[in-house]
């Protein structure tokens, strides 16, 4: 079975209202201008391995991730990047979602680790499709080396492409202990590195994750805020069956945000962000079968009316606790950063 992304990828989504805009940057309000179609994310697991997994820098992988949560071939045998796209438009469709194009979204797994004539093929065959616009492709700051970046250069001349690099933590004591295998140099070096191509870029943080209190989240929201990313994906920590986390869990060693704390969290998270960042996500998953805590027994369109609600009482918005700092005081080793804030990328018309 495909498990689709939290955010569908159109006009207006169903869980994101119109009033909502008026508290922070939607990912709908972007696409919206970006192209002249309904647009949905169609996840795809192109066989892909992560070099914290196989021992190239951990092994494991994140102690926070089961990539079976969001793999279309969890349970079965990798099936090609074609079928897997043909599937997840027929099931779009079946079930009248209205999906006029779609975004071929690498999402399993770290999806620019391998040799560049493997990836080209991949990108290829998902860009065949006559109803793919764009490739979203997922992947860490250190897997990105030059001839990547010049493979997706190429691509971007004549597809939307949208990259994502994850981060969770700008804490490297943090990031040593989720069992990351990077530093946020590396993802600041990867940022420049992105952005002197003209990519689009977002990226992820997670809250909640062990060790970190709320001084230490805004922390790592105010770094991000000062780079030239264009939007991020926020998620609380959630713990897979599966994942190597859920047994410090079950033994009680972890405690997990409550919905109240998480609610508070992202609102404070939103003012210290710039306007012209782009929010893709707002809520990870909640109620999956694979996912064992926390339960919060809410859907997400209402708990991103609680967080509309709470952005009300409070009389404030994104960006109205920003405050750009001087080039470079980022809190990592690299002090010279382009910092610049992207030009909208002209909406696609054909």
Known sequence: MVVFDVIFLYYN???????MQRYYNAYSHYLKGRFPWRVYKLPLDAGFNCPNRDGRVAVGGC?????????????????SVRDQVDEGIAVY?????????????????????????????????????????GLAIAT???????????????LQKRTALFLEVGLQSSH??????????????DFVDAVDRIKRRGFYLSTHLILGLPGEDRTRMLETVERVAQLPVDAVKVTHLYIPRQAPLAQAYRRGELSLLTLPE???LVCDLLERLPARMIIERLMGELDGEDILAPRWGRHK???????????ARRGTCQGILFREKPQGDIGCDRAQVQRCIPPMTAPITS
């Open 301 to 311: 369109g209402e708990i991103l009316e609680m967080i509309a609600s709470e952005f």
């Open 63 to 79: 102690t926070f991730c089961s990539n079976a949560s969001f793999s279309p071939n969890s349970g079965g045998p990798l099936r």
């Open 172 to 185: 490297d004591e943090t990031l040593r202990r989720v069992n990351r295998g990077h530093t946020f140099a």
């Open 140 to 154: 860490r700051p250190d897997c990105l080396p030059e001839p990547v970046l010049d493979l997706l250069s190429t």
């Open 262 to 264: 998480y609610l508070q």
């Open 13 to 19: 989504t169903l869980t994101e209202s119109d009033a």
């Open 93 to 133: 469709r079946k079930r009248r979602f209205g999906g006029e194009k779609f975004i071929a979204y690498f999402q399993a797994f770290t999806n620019t680790d391998a040799p560049v004539d493997r990836l080209a093929a991949l990108y290829e065959e998902a860009l065949s499709h006559p109803e793919i616009v």
